[in-house]
């Protein structure tokens, strides 16, 4: 199994796309992350849904977790509000490492190695065999490898 026949067609967001459609994406298509990409599709950074529920939290919840458990369910349900005229470069750590890529040739065992490192969900799978920064043609979800690694074991 090479990169290429694994890697499937991703949601994917800019730094400048809306906070509030990233995390529609997420919720709507129940995913563990988004690629992050520039003009030209390649791969910036990964945004863990994490981050986004992350983005959702009130500073001073953050600063004391106790005050979580007073939040009632019609506060918790205004959460989404603090996503409102952000963007997704607004989510992203400002010390970043570089996203998960491999590339078109990568093994099922450089893309488990890769996604295991960066304790991603989703690694970038860029187009061209020999480069990491050409263009992205997909992603390989940990789910998605997990069951062909599964599939091929005959489990």
Do not use: W
């Not at 990169?3 to 067609?9: G, I, S, T």
């Not at 994917?12 to 529609?24: E, L, Q, W």
């Not at 919720?27 to 994490?50: F, K, M, N, T, Y």
């Not at 799978?125 to 390989?140: H, K």
């Amino acid at each position: 199994m090479r990169a290429r026949e694994l890697a499937v067609e991703f949601p994917v967001v800019t730094p400048d796309s809306s906070a509030m459609d990233a995390a529609r994406l997420l919720a709507e298509h129940h995913l563990p992350g988004l690629i992050v990409v520039d003009g030209r599709r390649r791969p910036l950074a990964v945004l863990p849904a994490s981050q986004v529920m992350g983005s959702l939290i009130p500073r001073y919840v953050k600063d004391d977790p106790n005050l979580a458990r007073v939040y009632d369910e019609g506060h918790a349900d205004r959460l989404c509000a603090n996503l409102e005229g952000r963007r997704v470069a607004d989510m992203l750590p400002d010390a970043r490492e570089a996203p998960p890529i491999v590339d078109a040739d990568a093994t099922a065992m450089e893309i488990a190695q890769v996604m295991a490192s960066a304790r991603s969900p989703v690694v970038a799978v860029a187009d061209d065999a020999r480069r990491t920064d050409a263009p992205m043609i997909g992603v390989v979800t940990a789910s998605a490898l997990l069951g062909r690694l599964l599939a091929a074991a005959g489990h």
